[in-house]
C-alpha cells in the first residue's frame, strides 16, 4: 500500500493553496531552527553563572499549587546557610515580584553577578508570616572533577542533537509539503526539539524569552499527543485508531491543556485551579501519567502495524525499520525521563549522554527508512546525496575529525614543551598538519571505496552485473539468447522473485519467455490499454498494488504477481518487449538507481531486439532471394532450352541466332523451324515487358507457333491470326509481342515473311543495296479482329539477311547516345565473314558501345546467302 494522504482521516485533508503552504513551511522551519539554535548555544553554557548554594544536585522547579519554589537542599557553608535559609523553605517572591511561574527566578539568576544581592521572600512551615532574606550571590562553586577531553566531547555532541530533527523533518515536509502526514512528522521532530530545558535565557538574545518559552511550552506540552497521532495514522491507520479514533482528538486536547498554561515560563503543566483544588504532587504525577501513556500507546501502535498478519507486506516492512529506530532510539529517554519525573532520581552524565546518543537513531532510522524503503514515497530524500554525504564524505569528514583531534594534541604537547617560544611550537604544529593532510590523501580514497563495497555491495554489485549486461546484450545473436541472458543478469543483480521477459514476434504480438512462467501463459497483444500506458511513460513503472483503484483491470500479469514493468522500446517508441520484474526476496522495493540501471538496460536490450529482428527480416529475405535466384536459374536454364537447340539443314544458306538476355529469364525470342525438307521457318519475336512476366509469355507465344507451324507452308496469315487470338486471349490486356517471321525455300532460295509491327529485317544484297523488310501486320496480342499479309522476296547468292531486335539498335552510350541502324549496317559491311562471326562481330560492337549495365535484351539471327 502507498503511503499517501490516503492514510489520514479525510476531514484533515483540507487542501491549501502551494502559496500558503509554502510560506507556513518557512515561518515553522524558521521558528524551530532559531529555537534550536538558542537552545544549542545554550548547551554549551555551564548554567547559571552564580548561585546562593541551595538545590544541589536537583533540578529547580515551580510548583504552581503554592505559587512558589520549594527548595530542596541548603550547601553547606553556602550563603544561603549563612543566612538562615533552611530546606523545606519555599522561594514565594524574588526582589518583591511574586512568583507566579518560574521566569522571575530564571531572570534573576541570569542577569546577577558575584556579589549582587537578591531579596529572597519565603515561607516556611510553622512560621505564620514570610521570611525575607537577602544573600550575596557568589561564583559557581567548581567543586566537581575538572571534566576531561572525552566528557567536553560528549557534551558537545549531545549538545547538536536537535540538528538532526530539524535536517529530517523539515527536508521531508519540503518534498511534501501537500502530505498532512509531512506536517505531523514535522511537529513531532520539533517537539522533541522543544523537550529539553534552557538552563537560562540566552545572553546574546534576552529579548527572545517569550518566543522561547511559547515554543517550548507548545512543542513540549504536545509531544505525547504528537507521538501517539502520528503513529496511530502512519505509515497506515492502526489497529488502535480504527477502534477508537477519538483518542487522537483525546491525546490533542490533553496536549493543548497543559501547553497553554505554560506559555509564561516555557513549563508544561496544568491549569493553577486544578493544582489548587488536587494539589501537588498528585496533579502532577496525573499529568505525567496520562503523557507516557499517551507516548506508549504511540509505541503500541507501531508495533501493531509492524507484527500485525493482516497488514499489506509493503507497509509492515516500512513499519518494521521504524519501529526498531523508534524503539532503540525513544524508549531508553522515555524510561529515564519517567524515573526522574515520578521518583526525582538523576543518572550520572554518562548514562544521559548515552541516552541522547540513541535518540539520534530516531531522526537517522527515519531517514534510513524514507531512503531506502520510501516511507513517505520520497525515493529522493535524497538517494543520492544521502549515499553522498553519509558514505563518500562521512568518511571524510571523520577523518577531519580525527586530523584536527591529533593536530590539537600535538600542538598541546608541544606548547608545554616550547613553553618560552610559542612560536617554534606553532610551527612545529603547521608541519605536522601539512603532513597529516598528505598522508591522509590515499587513506580517504581507499577508506571511501572500502566503505562504498561494505554498506553498498548489493547495489554496487547489482551496478556492475546490470552494466555487465547492457554490454552483452548487444552481442545476441537471437531472442532465446537475449532471454536467457536477460534473466540471469537480473536474477542475480537484483534477486526478484519472479522474472519474466515478453519479446516481440515477427507477428508483432509479445511473446512470453521464462522457466517459471506456466506453459499456457498467453502472448500479449502490444495495443492493451495498460500496455499502452507502459509505453507512454517510457520508465519502469511501479505496478500499483491490487487493492489501488489504478490497479489494472483484468491484469493479465496478475499470475506472476509484479512489482514493477520495464518497457522496451524501438526507436519508434513502438513497444518491442517488457520486463516483469515481483518483489525481491529481501522485501526491498526497488531503488531509483535500480530502476535507472533498468531503463538504461532495457534501452539496449530493445535496440538488441531491433537488431535482431532487422537480421531475421535480412536472413528470410536473403533466403528469399537465394530462392527467388535459385528459381530464375532453373527459369533460365528452361528458356535456354526454349531456344533451338538444332538447326534444320539447308544447302543454300548458312545461318545462326543467339540472345544476350538483360537479366537472367526475358521476352526476347527466337526460333528455327522446320517445315519439312528444303523448308526452314525464321522467328524473332520482343515480348513486351522483361523477366519472368516475359519470360511466361515468351514460352507462350513458342508453344503456339510450334504446335501450329505446320500451316505456315499453306497460309502464313492464317497461322499468325490464330497464334494472335490465342495470345490476345491469354495475356494482360498490355502485354503484346512484336514478330517477324519468314520462311526459307532452300531450293528457290524464296524468302516468303510477315512483319508484326517488328525493326525491319536489314537484306544485304551483293551489290550493296540494302532492302528493309517493313511492316505486313500489327503486334501480335493487342488487337481482334486483326489482319496480316504476306510478302515474298528471292534472295541471292551472297546476300545477308540480318533479323535483330531493338535492344541492338536501341542500346545507348554514356551520352545517352543510340546504338542506331547505321553502326548496325556499318559493323556488317566491315565484318564480311559466316553468319556466327558476323552474330558475334555486331553484340561486340553494341556492347563495347554501351558501356554499363545492359538494358534490354540483345537477339539477332543472320542468314547468309551462298
Keep these: 500500500m502507498d503511503t499517501d494522504t490516503s492514510q489520514i482521516p479525510k476531514r484533515w485533508c483540507v487542501p491549501l493553496p502551494f502559496p500558503i503552504l509554502i510560506t507556513a513551511a518557512i515561518i515553522f522551519a524558521a521558528a524551530t531552527s532559531w529555537y534550536a539554535f538558542l537552545w544549542m548555544d545554550n548547551a554549551q553554557h555551564p548554567g547559571y553563572p552564580v548561585e546562593i548554594g541551595i538545590n544541589a544536585g536537583r533540578e529547580t522547579r515551580f510548583d504552581p499549587a503554592t505559587s512558589s519554589i520549594p527548595i530542596y537542599n541548603v550547601v553547606s557553608a553556602s550563603p544561603a546557610e549563612a543566612i538562615g535559609i533552611r530546606p523545606g523553605d519555599s522561594m514565594i517572591e524574588l526582589n518583591g515580584v511574586p512568583l507566579v511561574s518560574f521566569l522571575p527566578f530564571r531572570q534573576t539568576w541570569s542577569k546577577s553577578h558575584p556579589g549582587d544581592v537578591v531579596e529572597i521572600k519565603v515561607r516556611r512551615p510553622g512560621e505564620t508570616e514570610p521570611l525575607v532574606f537577602r544573600p550575596r550571590f557568589r561564583q559557581v562553586a567548581q567543586n566537581k572533577p575538572a571534566e576531561g577531553v572525552a566528557q567536553k566531547s560528549a557534551q558537545r555532541v549531545a549538545g547538536l542533537f536537535p540538528l538532526f530533527f530539524v535536517l529530517v523533518g523539515f527536508a521531508v515536509l519540503f518534498l511534501r509539503l501537500d502530505d498532512p502526514t509531512a506536517w505531523l512528522l514535522a511537529a513531532l521532530f520539533a517537539a522533541f526539539v522543544a523537550a529539553p530545558g534552557f538552563k537560562d535565557l540566552p545572553l546574546f538574545a534576552p529579548g527572545f524569552g517569550p ?3 511559547v515554543f517550548r511550552a507548545l512543542f513540549n506540552g504536545c509531544l505525547p499527543a504528537l507521538f501517539y497521532i502520528f503513529f496511530a495514522v502512519f505509515p497506515q491507520r492502526s489497529w488502535l485508531d480504527r477502534r477508537a479514533p477519538w483518542l487522537k482528538w483525546m491525546a490533542l486536547a490533553f496536549g493543548i491543556s497543559q501547553a497553554i498554561p505554560g506559555f509564561r515560563d516555557g513549563d508544561p503543566r496544568w491549569p493553577n485551579v486544578l493544582w489548587r483544588m488536587l494539589g501537588d504532587p498528585f496533579t502532577n504525577n496525573v499529568r505525567l501519567a496520562i503523557s507516557y501513556s499517551f507516548l506508549s500507546l504511540g509505541l503500541l501502535s507501531l508495533l501493531l502495524n509492524s507484527l500485525g498478519k493482516d497488514i499489506p507486506t509493503d507497509v509492515r516492512r516500512k513499519s518494521r525499520v521504524m519501529f526498531w529506530g523508534t524503539i532503540i532510539g525513544t524508549l531508553p529517554i522515555i524510561v529515564e525521563r519517567m524515573v526522574a519525573d515520578f521518583t526525582g532520581y538523576e543518572v550520572s552524565f554518562w548514562t544521559g549522554t548515552v541516552v541522547i546518543m540513541l535518540l539520534l537513531l530516531y531522526p537517522l532510522s527515519f531517514a534510513y527508512a524514507v531512503v531506502k524503503y520510501r516511507v513517505l514515497e520520497i525515493p529522493v530524500l535524497l538517494q543520492r546525496s544521502a549515499r553522498y554525504v553519509l558514505v563518500q564524505r562521512g568518511f571524510f569528514v571523520l577523518l577531519l575529525v580525527a586530523a584536527f583531534g591529533a593536530i590539537y594534541l600535538f600542538t598541546h604537547f608541544f606548547s608545554g614543551v616550547f613553553t618560552g617560544n610559542s612560536q617554534v611550537g606553532m610551527g612545529l604544529s603547521a608541519v605536522f598538519g601539512v603532513a597529516l593532510v598528505w598522508a591522509s590523501g590515499p587513506l580517504v580514497k581507499r577508506g571511501t571505496q572500502r566503505i562504498d563495497r561494505a554498506f553498498f555491495r548489493s547495489s554496487y554489485d547489482a551496478r556492475l552485473i546490470l552494466q555487465d549486461l547492457g554490454e552483452k546484450t548487444r552481442l545476441a545473436s537471437d531472442r532465446d539468447e537475449l532471454a536467457k541472458l536477460l534473466r540471469d543478469h537480473l536474477r542475480q543483480a537484483l534477486h526478484p522473485k519472479t522474472v519474466a521477459l515478453f519479446c516481440e514476434t515477427s507477428d508483432g504480438v509479445l511473446s512470453p519467455t521464462g522457466p517459471q512462467l506456466p506453459a499456457n501463459t498467453a502472448a500479449l497483444q502490444a495495443d492493451i490499454p495498460f500496455l499502452l500506458e507502459v509505453a507512454s511513460h517510457g520508465r519502469a513503472w511501479d505496478v500499483p498494488p491490487p487493492d489501488s483503484p489504478e490497479y489494472p483491470k483484468d491484469f493479465p500479469l496478475a499470475f506472476l504477481s509484479p512489482e514493477i514493468l520495464v518497457p522496451l522500446l524501438a526507436r519508434d517508441a513502438r513497444l518491442v518487449g517488457l520486463f516483469v520484474l515481483g518483489q525481491p526476496l529481501s522485501e526491498e522495493p526497488y531503488s531509483r538507481e535500480d530502476k535507472r540501471l533498468l531503463e538504461s538496460v532495457a534501452g539496449q536490450a530493445a535496440v538488441a531486439l531491433e537488431n535482431i529482428r532487422l537480421a531475421e527480416r535480412i536472413a528470410d529475405r536473403m533466403e528469399a532471394e537465394n530462392r527467388t535466384a535459385h528459381e530464375m536459374e ?68 513458342q508453344a503456339n507457333l510450334r504446335s501450329r507451324s505446320v500451316v505456315a507452308l499453306d497460309d502464313l496469315p492464317k497461322l499468325l491470326k490464330s497464334v494472335n487470338q490465342l495470345f490476345f486471349e491469354n495475356s494482360p490486356e498490355d502485354r503484346y509481342a512484336t514478330m517477324f517471321f519468314a520462311m526459307y525455300d532452300d531450293i528457290t532460295r524464296k524468302l516468303t515473311y510477315a512483319n508484326c509491327g517488328h525493326n525491319p529485317p536489314l537484306l544485304f544484297h551483293r551489290d550493296g543495296s540494302i532492302a528493309r523488310l517493313g511492316a505486313t501486320a500489327s503486334v501480335i496480342g493487342l ?12 534472295l541471292a547468292p551472297g546476300d545477308v539477311l540480318v533479323i535483330y531486335t531493338d535492344g541492338v539498335t536501341e542500346a545507348e552510350n554514356a551520352d545517352s547516345e543510340e546504338f542506331g541502324e547505321a553502326r548496325l549496317i556499318e559493323t556488317v559491311r566491315t565484318n564480311p565473314a559466316t553468319a556466327d562471326q558476323l552474330l558475334i562481330a555486331i553484340q561486340d560492337a553494341v556492347q563495347k558501345f554501351s558501356v554499363g549495365e545492359q538494358s534490354d535484351d540483345l537477339t539477332l539471327v543472320i542468314g547468309c546467302v551462298h
Design 783 to 794: 488487337f481482334s479482329p486483326w489482319q496480316c499479309e504476306a510478302r515474298e522476296c528471292v
Design 634 to 701: 532453373i527459369a533460365r536454364d528452361v528458356q535456354s532450352r526454349l531456344f533451338p537447340q538444332t538447326s534444320p539443314p539447308l544447302a543454300t544458306m548458312e545461318y545462326a541466332g543467339r540472345c544476350i538476355q538483360a537479366r537472367q529469364v526475358g521476352g526476347d525470342y527466337y526460333d528455327f523451324l522446320d517445315l519439312g525438307p528444303g523448308h526452314v521457318g525464321f522467328v524473332l519475336a520482343d515480348i513486351s515487358g522483361k523477366g519472368i512476366a516475359g519470360a511466361l509469355l515468351m514460352a507462350n507465344l
Design 211 to 213: 518566543f522561547i518559552n
